[in-house]
């Protein structure tokens, strides 16, 4: 039924657990350092809270008031809808989405493995999902709207058909296999995107802030190409495809690789190539 610890404490130890399935008003002065909280029944709203342990469970949508934050994990089970609309969630622990996460201009960030083997990631808005460990799998993801984040270290960038994609914060980030942007692609300051010899195609704008290496990979940038204070590094016969406007190629690799102008009218930008081809 209903829930209300308005001026309680709940405390808890590892194995504790608080089950709510009715409308949850208040949980007092919660225990974040211990225990799990799981909201399972149908259409609730998720209190903005510090817990340890969330989890979202069966059918419904489950909506969070405000600024969530996981100190251990967050399990959204198969079935079920953990919407942040324009709300931020922070989980220091693993994240595993089993069932539906969605966001309109709401910010996810997961400072932990992130998992969604089985689920789906959805934006109508300009949301953002930050992952800065392990990705294993980003689920059916929404390619209409918002933004990826990889910001850790050293990372993997899945093989995936994203919307927005920023890679960011130092350490090299590599791309497994095919990538495309439907939106744009960005590479932050100190950060670097390698795609060794793999593909990624970008529709909108790429900006290149950091470094963007390759060794016989493909990067087509359909969209505006600037790499204004960035390197566009190449280590084999790596590609440049640009079909649009080029403001900047930073630092380009004279020793192998290849810039090729593929669009209508262009201008070629004024630089030092190792191969161009128009």
Do not use: H, P, W
């Not at 909201?39 to 510090?50: I, N, P």
């Not at 399990?75 to 966001?103: C, E, K, Q, R, W």
């Amino acid at each position: 039924g209903t829930f209300d610890a308005t001026g309680a404490t709940i405390e808890m130890n590892s194995g504790s657990r608080l089950e709510l399935a009715g409308t949850v008003s208040n949980l007092g002065t919660l225990d974040a350092a211990e225990g799990t909280v799981e909201y399972d029944g149908g259409t609730q709203d998720v209190l903005a809270d510090a817990y340890y342990n969330l989890e979202i469970d069966e059918s419904g949508v489950k909506t969070s008031l405000g600024t969530v934050s996981a100190a251990g994990t967050l399990t959204v089970g198969s079935g079920a809808t953990y919407a942040i609309a324009a709300t931020t969630t922070t989980v220091t622990g693993n994240s595993d989405i089993n069932g539906a996460f969605t966001a309109s201009t709401g910010e996810y960030d997961a400072d932990g493995a992130f998992d969604a083997t089985g689920g789906s990631i959805t934006f109508s808005g300009a949301g953002e999902l930050r992952v800065s460990g392990a990705v294993t799998s980003l689920g059916t993801l929404g390619t209409s709207a918002g933004s990826i984040e990889y910001d850790g270290g050293t990372q993997n960038v899945l093989a995936d058909a994203y919307y927005n994609l920023e890679i960011a914060e130092s350490g090299v980030k590599t791309a497994q296999g095919t990538v495309t942007a439907a939106g744009t692609l960005t590479v932050g300051s100190g950060a670097t995107y390698a795609i060794a010899a793999t593909s990624t195609t970008v529709t909108g704008s790429t900006d290149i802030n950091g470094t963007l290496t390759a060794s016989t990979g493909t990067f087509d940038a359909n969209g505006a190409f600037d790499a204004n204070g960035g390197n566009v590094t190449f280590s084999g016969d790596g590609r440049l495809q640009c079909s649009n406007t080029v403001t900047n190629l930073g630092t380009l690799s004279t020793d192998n690789g290849t810039v090729e102008y593929d669009g209508g009218t262009q201008t070629i930008f004024t630089d030092t190539y190792n191969n161009l081809e128009i």
